[in-house]
């Protein structure tokens, strides 16, 4: 017999050993994976969507001239109306020349009728609606701060080089460098851009100007209408099943279709509701109720099955000891099981709330893949009004032809991750701050 | 309890909803994508220089807009179908049948059909003979049907680059390819005598029959991977390219307007396709667009004539106007386009 150390490992100890060896290799190699898709995946959509949040803006002073603007000088503002974002943008080019012969920057080969094609179209309605709401301001130069157009605003994030707007017949070189000598004027300059959160969707003609503002209001409603909905609802047929209900087939066939339902494909709930709220009862199309009625069917089984659960995981020991001490079973419910369960009726509500927030599918169905530029009313009537929803403008801008829609549409993607993340660690709060253990 | 509360609460909402429902103020507008750009730039102005809220505007295709349009007549319905291709008879039974008797058809401009490659790659002179005889799927050879085999653009046409075949082509469902087919495989299959050979070689029972079974063989595209159906949008078709320098792409005149500074656009017979030499009808591949117009509309959803005059007027699909500068192809009979839509003329039985 041969004699074998302790210390030696014998073949059969050193293969187990290799293979567990092989196991945590496997298994850290599919961590590295993931995260690396991860991380490419942000790197991808920061780079391309940081730049949405910062914008090219051109300011200078605006003559506001009676002549052109108040052609019957009784400054009636329906007369003053007839002088369409046309005119205006004219005023606004005569007075960008004016100014920039001030500052001693020669136009060079750029025409001024080139001039306009620098400047946002989004600028002569703003300044139009300005002027209408205070004729007042008519006959006096205001200082104004516009948007550049979007080959200017891309050539300042890298999107347009000398070299491709040479080929381009929306801009020039020459645009390009007397954007340049406006820059180095104080004229033109890059700063932070609050509206693409709060302006509405924009034309394929002018990019710069698209915001989100009626998607995140558009998709705010609908939340409200799920979290109204779906949370009385879903807690409320939880709270029979888990507690009143009799166990029979009956019952076991609904825990089962809950189950399902819970699984079946989002689009189908989008057909559903084409068919019901707007084909059967009436609804408009594009409204933020029907998108919500659609997304609280959807998120129903999603907040019935963490509630139940949450329900399952109060001891019997609570119920038994409010029913010993008289109280009925509605009383055992809401004064003890409820409050106890509600850390986790809540978490599951949230997280069902930010499934349905980014939800697409079902509202590609119901209009909500619209181009809608006015904001809706306040709410209950605003529910009714045309709205977009975040993850389908998304959806919208990556369909667009114009390229600068490509960082608006990464830019919104982050507004979304970030709104999602935020309902996460709310939901995460809520389970540390109250989680009870027994 | 307010849970209690909460549920009859929510039916009662639910219950008004029909009622504050019935008093749309805005336009509801569907239909095709190719025209959705001219739509919402129409919309934008429209709701910035008028009085009436901005119009709603939807894509979704244009056989999907006119169905929208034929759905029935009331404020839950849409106002206006968009359409890149001409309404079918079977959309006026079905409006018929739905009550939408008055339908006005509104013309307002063509659309370029354009072949592109990659801005560094290699210059194209196409005509839809070699159109044709790169993508079909059976072209001819000494007077039979053969399989087409041609790898390179060269082998079709000695004089086109010697560069391995790669078209991405509009899927079915597009109204692009539509005209794809008539105007350019048709045609080019015509040009190689083709078409008569299908017709001979063809086993029908007719002559309709037989010209019917050669009309689609000449619009069978060969299916080795050389025509690519893109059943997305066009921003695919430039990301493919992106990807396939050496592919060739069919894009619509204002995509490619739009994004110059990455495509080089293929001349068809010699001819640039440009806003001038399609409306002076030089360039082959175009297509009129259309939008449709409830009639029982006007005057019930504000705004409604209005938009369609805002529409026509100068400073939108005229000359120079904003649609032309996107790429819109001005129509020279916008005029009387104009004064139809002003006697709310509807329209007759399609020929």
């Known amino acids: ?438 | 309890m307010s849970l209690i509360k909460l549920i009859p609460s929510t039916v009662a909402i639910l219950a008004a909803s029909t009622v504050i429902a019935s008093a749309r103020d805005q336009l509801q507008i569907a239909g095709s994508s190719t025209v959705l750009p001219y739509a919402t730039i129409v919309a934008e102005a429209f709701g910035e220089n008028t009085d009436f809220n901005t119009p709603v505007v939807e894509g979704g295709g244009s056989g999907a807009g006119r169905k929208k349009l034929c759905e029935g007549v009331g404020e839950a319905t849409i106002d206006i179908a968009n359409s890149s291709s001409r309404i079918k008879q079977s959309d006026i039974d079905l409006c018929n049948t739905n009550g939408v008797t008055e339908i006005m058809e509104v013309r307002f401009g063509y659309d370029g059909i354009v072949f592109a490659s990659d801005i560094n790659g290699a210059d194209f002179a196409l005509t839809p003979k070699d159109v044709w005889g790169a993508l079909a799927a059976e072209v001819v050879k000494d007077g039979a049907a053969v399989a087409n085999t041609a790898k390179t653009w060269a082998d079709v046409n000695a004089s086109l680059p010697a560069q391995a075949i790669m078209a991405f082509v509009p899927g079915t469902k597009h109204g692009t390819r539509e005209v794809f087919d008539e105007k350019v495989l048709t045609e080019g299959c015509k040009e190689a005598g083709a078409y008569d050979i299908f017709v001979a070689a063809s086993t029908g029972a007719d002559d309709d029959a037989k010209k019917k079974e050669a009309g689609a063989k000449c619009m069978a595209l060969r299916t080795d991977g050389a025509s690519i159906d893109i059943d997305g949008d066009y921003t695919e078709t430039l990301s493919r390219i992106d990807a396939n320098k050496m592919a060739v792409g069919v894009f619509g005149l204002s995509f490619y307007e739009n994004n110059t500074d990455k495509l080089k656009v293929a001349t068809i017979n010699g001819i640039v396709p440009t806003v001038e030499t399609i409306s002076a009808g030089d360039y082959p591949v175009s297509r009129p667009l259309f939008f449709y117009v409830k009639k029982a509309h006007i005057g019930v959803i504000p705004g409604l004539k209005e938009y369609v005059e805002f529409f026509l007027s100068d400073d939108m699909a005229g000359e120079g106007g904003a649609l032309a500068d996107y790429g819109l192809v001005p129509d020279p009979e916008l005029a009387a386009t104009r004064e139809a839509v002003a006697a709310e003329t509807p329209m007759g039985a399609l020929e």
């Open chain 1, 1 to 438: 017999m041969t004699r074998v150390s302790l210390f030696a490992q014998d073949a059969r100890t050193k293969s187990r050993n290799a293979a567990e060896k092989r196991f945590r290799a496997y298994g850290l190699s599919a961590i590295v994976v993931a995260l690396l898709a991860l991380v490419w995946l942000l790197v991808s959509i920061f780079g391309n969507g940081l730049p949405a949040f910062r914008q090219t803006f051109i300011s200078f002073p605006v003559t506001l001239d009676a002549a052109v603007l108040d052609k019957a000088g009784n400054r009636n503002v329906a007369e003053m109306a007839k002088t369409t974002t046309i005119g205006y943008a004219k005023l606004l080019a005569t007075s960008l020349e004016a100014e920039l012969a001030a500052k001693g920057i020669d136009l060079g080969e750029v025409k001024s009728k080139d001039l306009t094609k620098m400047i946002s179209e989004e600028s002569p309605a703003t300044l139009r609606n300005r002027v209408l709401a205070d004729p007042s301001l008519i006959g006096q130069t205001v200082q104004v701060s516009v948007l550049a157009s979007g080959r200017i605003d891309g050539y300042y994030k890298g999107r347009v080089s000398m070299e491709s707007a040479a080929k381009d017949k929306n801009t020039s070189p020459e645009q390009l460098a007397l954007a340049d000598q406006m820059q180095s004027a104080g004229v033109l300059s890059m700063q932070l851009n609050p509206g693409f959160l709060t302006m509405p969707d924009a034309s394929d003609k002018r990019p710069e100007a698209a915001g989100l503002g009626v998607a995140i209001i558009g998709s705010l409603y609908m939340m409200v209408v799920v979290l109204v909905l779906a949370l009385p609802i879903g807690v409320a047929a939880s709270v029979y099943l888990e507690e009143f209900a009799p166990k029979n087939k009956f019952t076991d066939l609904i825990e089962v279709n809950i189950a399902n339902l819970a699984a079946v494909p989002s689009i189908v709930y989008g057909i559903l509701g084409l068919a019901i709220f707007i084909n059967f009862a009436g609804l408009p199309q594009s409204a933020p109720i029907v998108g919500g009625l659609v997304l609280t069917l959807m998120t129903l089984p999603r907040i019935i099955i963490p509630t139940r659960a949450a329900l399952k995981a109060v001891p019997p020991s609570i119920r038994d000891a409010a029913l010993g001490v008289g109280a009925s079973r509605l009383q055992t419910v809401t004064h003890h099981v409820l409050p106890l369960a509600m850390p986790g009726i809540l978490t599951g509500t949230i997280i069902g709330l930010a499934q349905a927030l980014g939800e697409t599918a079902p509202l590609l169905l119901i209009g909500m893949v619209a181009f809608v530029r006015d904001f809706p009313g306040a709410p209950p009537e605003g529910l009714f009004d045309p709205a977009a929803a975040l993850p389908v403008q998304i959806y919208n801008w990556t369909q667009r032809g114009d390229p600068g829609f490509v960082e608006r549409a990464s830019g919104a993607i982050i507004v979304l991750l970030v709104f999602l993340i935020a309902m996460n660690a709310i939901a995460i709060y809520f389970r540390r701050k109250f989680e009870r253990r027994w």
